[in-house]
């Protein structure tokens, strides 16, 4: 024969002295109330649950389970997809100017590759050809077509007009670009003077008394030998030179021309009858 269950008798226990105990609106009647004790487990939980459930239904304090009156559930209001039926903010216009400002900059620096790639070719081809002697009177409008050409001229270097280009800076040190016209005469004695770039000097040797003694100011007739330039562009943010204080900025071709009484024509030496030597002191030396 079989044991009884313990728990069974707590749990009539229980049962027979808190349920039976209810109050008489509460409390079963013997001819409904269940044999099983599970079915009895539930009907006591179904009436201790009706005071609630009824405060629930009619919409009291506890309908919502203590949650703010005003709360919505999100089954109440289902999501929507953003901006529909709007137009599109600034942001999408943005990220789609970006794609085609890189491919237009991108055809930009193709093109300037090509034009630098040309330029320097037609330079590099130039510089094979043997060197042209410039003649006395040049027109200003070929200048263009000759860029980077070797020339060479015959005359004397006017030290009493040179102009200091500057301050500018090589390795490191300050100095300034030497510019000296050259004046010319043919058979017939005319006279014609071109801009003459001699290079560069450190800030300490601009005195001519200085480079004089070194034997840099060469004296008589010379021959020069160069490039012929076409003249620099300026822009807005080009300092603007004084030529009554003798402070020169920037290589303006036709106002250095007028100043000096030359003509627009700028020729970069690189070879003349003297040799060019390196000197820690004074930059260069011409012997």
Same mark, same amino acid.
């Given at each position: 024969?079989?044991?009884?269950?313990?728990?069974?008798?707590?749990?009539?226990?229980?049962?027979?002295?808190?349920?039976? +105990? &209810?109050?008489?609106?509460?409390? =079963?009647?013997?001819?409904?109330?269940?044999?099983? =004790?599970?079915?009895?487990?539930?009907?006591? *939980?179904?009436?201790?649950?009706?005071?609630?459930?009824?405060?629930? $239904?009619?919409?009291?304090?506890?309908?919502?389970?203590?949650?703010?009156?005003? *709360?919505?559930?999100?089954?109440?209001?289902? &999501?929507?997809?953003?901006?529909?039926?709007?137009?599109?903010?600034?942001?999408?216009?943005? @990220? &789609?100017?970006?794609?085609?400002?890189? *491919?237009?900059?991108?055809?930009?620096?193709?093109?300037?590759?090509?034009?630098?790639?040309?330029?320097?070719?037609?330079?590099?081809?130039? @510089?094979?050809?043997?060197?042209?002697?410039?003649?006395?009177?040049?027109?200003?409008?070929?200048?263009?077509?000759?860029?980077?050409?070797?020339?060479? &001229?015959?005359?004397? @270097?006017?030290?009493?007009?040179? $102009?200091?280009?500057?301050?500018?800076?090589?390795?490191?040190?300050?100095?300034?670009?030497?510019?000296?016209? =050259?004046?010319?005469?043919?058979?017939?004695?005319?006279?014609?003077?071109?801009?003459?770039?001699?290079?560069?000097? +450190?800030?300490?040797?601009?005195?001519?008394?200085?480079? +004089?003694?070194?034997?840099?100011?060469?004296? #008589?007739?010379?021959?020069?030998? #160069?490039?012929?330039?076409?003249?620099? +562009?300026?822009?807005?943010?080009?300092?603007?030179?004084?030529?009554?204080?003798?402070?020169?900025?920037?290589?303006?071709?036709?106002? $250095?021309?007028?100043?000096?009484?030359?003509?627009?024509?700028?020729?970069?030496?690189? $070879?003349?009858?003297?040799?060019?030597?390196?000197?820690?002191?004074?930059?260069?030396?011409?012997?």
């Amino acid at each position: 024969m079989s044991k009884p269950n313990p728990f069974l008798h707590l749990f009539r226990r229980y049962y027979t002295q808190h349920v039976l +105990k &209810a109050t008489p609106s509460t409390r =079963l009647r013997p001819s409904t109330a269940p044999q099983c =004790l599970r079915e009895r487990f539930q009907t006591q *939980f179904k009436l201790r649950l009706q005071p609630t459930l009824r405060r629930h $239904m009619a919409g009291g304090p506890d309908s919502n389970n203590g949650l703010d009156p005003a *709360f919505v559930s999100i089954l109440d209001r289902p &999501a929507k997809m953003a901006r529909v039926g709007r137009q599109h903010g600034y942001g999408l216009i943005i @990220l &789609a100017v970006i794609p085609v400002t890189a *491919f237009v900059l991108g055809c930009w620096q193709v093109q300037r590759l090509g034009w630098k790639t040309d330029l320097v070719a037609r330079f590099e081809d130039r @510089l094979t050809f043997p060197p042209l002697e410039l003649p006395l009177r040049i027109d200003p409008d070929a200048i263009q077509e000759f860029d980077f050409r070797r020339v060479w &001229a015959k005359g004397t @270097l006017r030290h009493d007009q040179e $102009m200091l280009i500057g301050p500018r800076m090589l390795e490191g040190e300050e100095g300034y670009t030497v510019i000296t016209p =050259l004046e010319r005469t043919d058979e017939k004695g005319n006279v014609s003077k071109i801009l003459c770039n001699r290079g560069w000097i +450190k800030k300490d040797t601009a005195k001519q008394w200085f480079r +004089k003694q070194q034997g840099a100011l060469p004296e #008589g007739e010379v021959v020069i030998e #160069g490039l012929l330039r076409a003249p620099l +562009k300026g822009n807005m943010f080009t300092p603007r030179n004084q030529p009554e204080q003798g402070k020169w900025f920037f290589p303006n071709v036709q106002e $250095m021309a007028e100043w000096s009484g030359s003509q627009a024509v700028w020729v970069e030496e690189t $070879m003349s009858k003297w040799r060019r030597l390196w000197n820690s002191n004074i930059g260069y030396l011409i012997e």
